[in-house]
Structure formats: structure tokens, C-alpha cells
């Protein structure tokens, strides 16, 4: 699908979508609690249906509505192949929990999760009592034999997804686990897991991030869960908001255990005209400076980030880009090539994105299959000398379903 974005400004309010990390964390959460759990304010966003479709292939029984989803858990798996779609936290969290059954299954994926590294996963798995194989690394995973629990360590340098698949899935094992983790990148995802289980009932010792004790024959308890709004999906509106607006961004809480919520701090320093209250945010447009902003715990934000550098007198220089390598594209070389197509001099040299302000130029670009990189351009494309034209649009839904509906609400002309 090709969308075109033209030159707009936005006026208005509205509500950021549901976070998928929570849906999906807590999808996996009410499996595991025998009985019936409620999760209000839900996202059907492709990775949020990926992660209903795994647990109901692992035994839940799960209805939708447009406002609820009912959850009647129970690990008694009913299928054998467990699809993953494109989402990276659903095979990393979904592994340690289909390895609780003892039951052989194989776990898989589509399109760029294909591509993805999973070897990591591997040994630590083993080592709790796992058997588990790969193709070479990648996928499929076949996972068989019973998680037992145990001692084992992890590198947390490139993701922190499997960490919180080992914390859904421990406290369910007949022995006591220590598990130790190296170099744990986005540790406010930990905090986001741990504020899940407490919710079920469960009990995690975090013990500085560099080790967790997980208590063995826990019981995860039913429960009602309010998915919060997302930080990820809301730092393209309130970029959006910087560069061509003055809109309210309702439904989110400075307060969330999110890390994208720096957002906020990156818009202060480039000096955005920005007002925040208990559960909203107001923003609109104002000049704005080049700024210097370390990602490295939050490398979703390197796609809106980058919009709003475009629009930045100077230069921006953003850090962490070496976790950009195995997103749903190499997203640094993503983001170069299409702002580059927009007239933009991007430079990434190590760890570290340049990006000049500049004029943006009218193109047809690319999204690689990549949800933030085509809401990326979208953003980029606000104060454009003519329209931009963003080829594979569609996998927004991945992430952020209403994408282009909230952004037309807002004024934004899109064909």
C-alpha cells in the first residue's frame, strides 16, 4: 500500500494508542493464571494478535470485544507449531513458557523475524532444564523436555525480551531460580514486566538488575488489567505535535515504567513547547534546536527522533545505534537511506546518528517492512516542500494500527 503524506499542520486532541508491550505481556500473564482475566483498553495491533494466537495455541481460550479481551487461561497446549508473526518479545517471551510443557513444539515467524538472531536464547534454556534447537540461529525453534528451573546467565546487551520470557515463565518451575544478566540494555521493560506479574500475583527479586531471584511453584492469580497507553506509538504524535502542530496527547502517564517516555526529555532539549499534566501532554509548534540524546535504553525512539532532528536548526546527535541492527530492517542504514531520499545529510559513525536540519523535499520512499520507519516518514514529511509517498505503508499495523486514522483526525492530508 502506498500512502501519500502532504504538507500539513495538526490541530486537536488525541488518545495514544494502547501499549503493545503491556498487551502482549499481559496476554502471556493471563495463559498462565488458571481462570478468567480481563485486559481493558486492548490494542489489535498485529504483534498483539500474534502474541493472542501463540497463547491460544498453548491452551487459552480468549475473546475479543472492541473494548475488553477475556482471557480463560490454562497451559495445555492445543497445537504444535506456534506462529510468531514479526513480533521479536513474542518468540523471545512465548519460548521459556512453551518450554514449561514438556511437550514438543515449534515456534516460528514471519518475514524479518525469520532473519532474526535467536541463538541467544539457546544455552541459558538448556541449562534450566530445557531441550531446545535451532536452525543455525534463527528460526524455527523447537523446544521440548521441561523448564526445571535453576541457575543460569544471560546477555541483556541487545535486548531485554527473553529476560522477561524467563520471568513469565520461572515462577511456575518445581525449583528456585537465580538467573544472572550481563550488560542489560532497557531495564524500565524489566519494570514493566515485574508490574505485570504483581498484578497475577507473582513475586520477582530484582536485585540491581544484575540478578533475579524467582521463586519456584508460584501461582499466577487472575486478574484485571488496564493497558496503558504507549509511549513508543505517542512519540510520533508528539514529534508530530513539535513540528507542524498544537494537539493534546491524551491517555499516557509520565509515570509509566515505559522508557520511551524520555521522549519528553529529547523534546525539552530541543527546546519544543511542551506542557504536561497527570494524564495528557500539549505541545505545539516552536522553534527548535539541534540536541544531543542518548538512546541507547529506549533505541525505539531513533525513528521519531530523527523526524523531529529534520526540523532542528543544527545538528542532532543521537546515541545507541548499534542496537539498531536487528530491528524489523538494519534501522540505522533505514533511517539514513530514506531521509536521504527527503534531502537530509544523516551520518552514522559507531554508536552515534548524525542529523543535519534541512529543507525537506518531496519523495517516494521506502518502509523496509518496517512499522517506525514508515511512521517516521510520515512525520518527516509534515513540513515538506511537496508530498511525500511511503511505499508498504501497511506495516504500521504491526505496531500502531490507527496510525494514519489519528493522524488525518489531526488535520494531516493523506491519499
Not at 111 to 140: F, Q, T, W
Amino acid at each position: 500500500m502506498k500512502k501519500y503524506i502532504y504538507p500539513s499542520d495538526l490541530k486537536g486532541s488525541i488518545s495514544a494508542p494502547a501499549s503493545k508491550s503491556a498487551m502482549q505481556r499481559s496476554i502471556a500473564a493471563a495463559l498462565l493464571a488458571d481462570g478468567e482475566s480481563l485486559l481493558v483498553n486492548p490494542t489489535f495491533c498485529d504483534d498483539s494478535l500474534s502474541a493472542m494466537r501463540v497463547a491460544e495455541g498453548l491452551g487459552a481460550k480468549i475473546k475479543r470485544k472492541s473494548d475488553c479481551v477475556i482471557i480463560n487461561g490454562g497451559l495445555k497446549p492445543v497445537a504444535d507449531k506456534l506462529n510468531c508473526g514479526e513480533s521479536g518479545l513474542c518468540i523471545r517471551m512465548f519460548t521459556p513458557i512453551a518450554a514449561l510443557t514438556g511437550k514438543e513444539l515449534t515456534l516460528t515467524g514471519e518475514k524479518s523475524l525469520a532473519e532474526r538472531p535467536v541463538s541467544a536464547i539457546e544455552e541459558p534454556l538448556r541449562e534450566l532444564g530445557a531441550v531446545i534447537s535451532s536452525s543455525s540461529g534463527k528460526l524455527p525453534i523447537k523446544v521440548s523436555g521441561r523448564l526445571m528451573g535453576g541457575k543460569t546467565e544471560i546477555d541483556g546487551s541487545m535486548s531485554s525480551q527473553f529476560l522477561t520470557g524467563l520471568l513469565m515463565a520461572l515462577p511456575l518451575c518445581e525449583n528456585d531460580s537465580l538467573l544472572k544478566v550481563r550488560n542489560l540494555k532497557s531495564r524500565e521493560y524489566i519494570d514493566l514486566t515485574i508490574n505485570i506479574l504483581k498484578k497475577f500475583s507473582v513475586e520477582i527479586d530484582n536485585r540491581g538488575y544484575s540478578e533475579f531471584m524467582v521463586k519456584g511453584n508460584q501461582k499466577f492469580i487472575p486478574g484485571i488489567v488496564d493497558i496503558e497507553g504507549d509511549w513508543s506509538g505517542a512519540a510520533f504524535l508528539l514529534c508530530a505535535g513539535a513540528i507542524a502542530g498544537d494537539i493534546t496527547v491524551t491517555g499516557i502517564s509520565i509515570d509509566s515504567a515505559q522508557p520511551d517516555r524520555g521522549i519528553v526529555t529529547a523534546l525539552r532539549k530541543a527546546g519544543a513547547d511542551i506542557v504536561i499534566s497527570s494524564n495528557a501532554i500539549k505541545i505545539k509548534k516552536s522553534p527548535l534546536n539541534g540536541f544531543e540524546f542518548d538512546a541507547s535504553e529506549c533505541p525505539d525512539l531513533f525513528p521519531p527522533l530523527a523526524a523531529l532532528a529534520v526540523y532542528c536548526n543544527g545538528e542532532t546527535v543521537i546515541h545507541g545505534a548499534e542496537r539498531l541492527k536487528h530491528k524489523e530492517s538494519d534501522r540505522g542504514m533505514t533511517i539514513k537511506t530514506e531521509l536521504e531520499k527527503l534531502g537530509v545529510v544523516v551520518d552514522l559513525h559507531h554508536d552515534c546518528m548524525m542529523i543535519k536540519g534541512a529543507q525537506v523535499h518531496g519523495a517516494d520512499v521506502e518502509s523496509h517492512g518496517d512499522h517506525r520507519i514508515a511512521m517516521m516518514c510520515a512525520i518527516a514529511a509534515l513540513g515538506a516542500d511537496s508530498p511525500v509517498a511511503i511505499n508498504g505503508a501497511e506495516c504500521v499495523n504491526k505496531s500502531y494500527n490507527e496510525f494514519f486514522d489519528h493522524i488525518i483526525k489531526l488535520g494531516v492530508k493523506v491519499k
